[in-house]
């Protein structure tokens, strides 16, 4: 097991700069963003910047190089964002900041990208995500019927088969505000889109919703 970091904290430092900072400070692993919220400040800086980088072997080599040379391993590529955001531009910037993210993973030999599983709108002319919690009122079971049977498990089952396509996983980090949130809503997107989605168990979350950690990932762990 190795201690890894997440390098959007250093967002302001060119990669190299980043890279020796975490070298400094005894970590072994590091975690690329490569869009959406957490940008790709390491990567280019731009979805297109990021893209290119798929397609150019020595870009790749270099990076590789870069972290290899210092004894650190990527431990994951990261995509936290909204794909399903119901602002079409936003939902597009972020699905393309997840394509890129299954792609450039592939090419590294990395076999893991990090990640939100989004959140629809109310319905199909909804301006803004909603997050909904409960099932009753009978509004809001209708939402959530709307938004799990016509956005969130067609699109993840289209991206499980590209995370196939790539032997790559997306660990989603279960987070409130988007439609993984919790152990129950985790095992049921991966039951409904398959098996390359999977955890990225980060317990910061779960104490926010008073959810026992201990017990929760132990209940990931019997589910295999």
Not at 6 to 15: E, I, Q, Y
Not at 55 to 82: F, M, P, T, W, Y
Request: charged share 20%; hydrophobic share 40%; proline share 5%.
């Amino acid at each position: 097991m190795k201690i890894g970091i997440f390098t959007a904290l250093f967002g302001d430092k060119t990669r190299d700069e980043a890279l020796d900072i975490v070298v400094r400070e005894g970590i072994g692993a590091v975690e690329f963003g490569a869009g959406a919220y957490p940008g790709s400040a390491h990567l280019g800086g731009s979805n297109e910047a990021v893209a290119a980088l798929i397609a150019d072997s020595g870009a790749i080599a270099k990076l590789q190089d870069d972290v290899a040379k210092r004894g650190l391993e990527i431990s994951a590529i990261s995509c936290h964002g909204n794909a399903l955001h119901p602002d079409p531009a936003v939902a597009k910037e972020h699905h393309d900041a997840f394509v890129n993210s299954v792609k450039l993973a592939s090419k590294l030999g990395v076999k893991c990208v990090n990640g939100f599983s989004g959140c629809p709108g109310d319905g199909p002319e909804a301006k803004n995500p909603n997050w909904v919690t409960c099932a009753w009122p009978d509004e809001y079971r209708q939402i959530l019927d709307w938004q799990w049977n016509e956005r969130v498990i067609p699109y993840w089952k289209e991206q499980n088969s590209l995370l196939g396509d790539h032997g790559v996983k997306f660990c989603i980090e279960m987070h409130p505000g988007f439609v993984v949130y919790s152990n129950h809503s985790l095992l049921k997107l991966r039951d409904a889109a398959g098996e390359h989605i999977g955890a990225n168990f980060d317990p910061s979350h779960l104490w926010w919703q008073g959810i026992d950690p201990i017990a929760a990932v132990r209940e990931l762990a019997r589910a295999g």
